[in-house]
């Protein structure tokens, strides 16, 4: 996989746009292809922990227009991240797939508080891992959440999944003529200040050396396409 082996574990970062969006909360057709494409390469013996977010609910920084009430904005995209993952775990049970929730958060029954030793006893009994609740702390995004997660987990990549087909030299949305760049270094992300993830975030995988894929995940079929080595998307690696 553009110089990393075929994953054993990995950690799978999707926003709540792969949920829904502004004139439908949940997708549900869009759901369920994901569940699909999670139960496919989970069949495979690759090991799968899933960091959520919740923008398809709610955008914390909409509600926070100062730092005054920031905490509290960022609380209410936590709970929405938690939603997501318990509308994705019951697609995964509907489809006889074994998954568990964790959460940065205290909302037992609900969801099980994240522990490392928990996250990895699921893992090894092949469950799919749905954690919700970002870090639990606000000011931080589930992007840095993902990194600090794949780090606990000791996964081998981290995938990136949105809704273009990789990281763009601009905006691909917006100019028309933005050129795909295949692989990028940690260093090249904050140097050319690329809006692709936080800088608290590529600080943590730069750390811990963890290779990240930036893919389409909207695209039927590039979950298992990635994770078998096509060359999809941009590598980012040390």
Not at 2 to 24: M, Y
Not at 105 to 110: C, G
Not at 145 to 171: C, E, F, M, N, P
Request: with cysteine.
């Amino acid at each position: 996989m553009d110089n990393v082996d075929r994953p054993g574990r990995v950690l799978l970062k999707i926003s709540g746009e792969v949920f829904g969006g502004i004139e439908e909360v949940f997708d549900t057709k869009r759901i369920e292809e994901f569940a699909s494409q999670l139960k496919e390469v989970s069949q495979s013996g690759t090991q799968i922990a899933i960091v959520v977010g919740g923008g398809n609910i709610v955008r914390g920084a909409v509600y926070s227009a100062d730092k005054s009430n920031r905490c509290s904005a960022d609380h209410m995209g936590m709970l929405a991240t938690v939603i997501n993952a318990l509308v994705l775990k019951n697609n995964l049970e509907k489809i006889s797939v074994e998954a568990e929730v964790l959460t940065s958060l205290y909302i037992e029954p609900i969801a099980e508080l994240f522990t490392r030793r928990k996250a990895l006893e699921y893992l090894e009994k092949g469950k799919i891992l749905i954690l919700g609740g970002g870090t639990g702390n606000p000011f931080f995004t589930t992007d840095t959440a993902a990194a600090l997660r794949a780090a606990q987990i000791g996964a081998d990549i981290l995938l990136k999944g949105t809704k273009v087909d990789g990281v763009y030299d601009s905006d691909p949305l917006v100019n028309q003529d933005a050129g795909m760049i295949e692989s990028l270094s940690y260093t090249d992300i904050l140097e050319k200040n690329l809006k692709i993830m936080d800088s608290a975030a590529v600080a943590l995988w730069r750390e811990n050396k963890i290779p990240i894929k930036v893919f389409n995940i909207m695209q039927n079929g590039n979950l298992k396409k990635v994770l078998e080595g096509e060359g999809l998307g941009t590598i980012i690696v040390e």
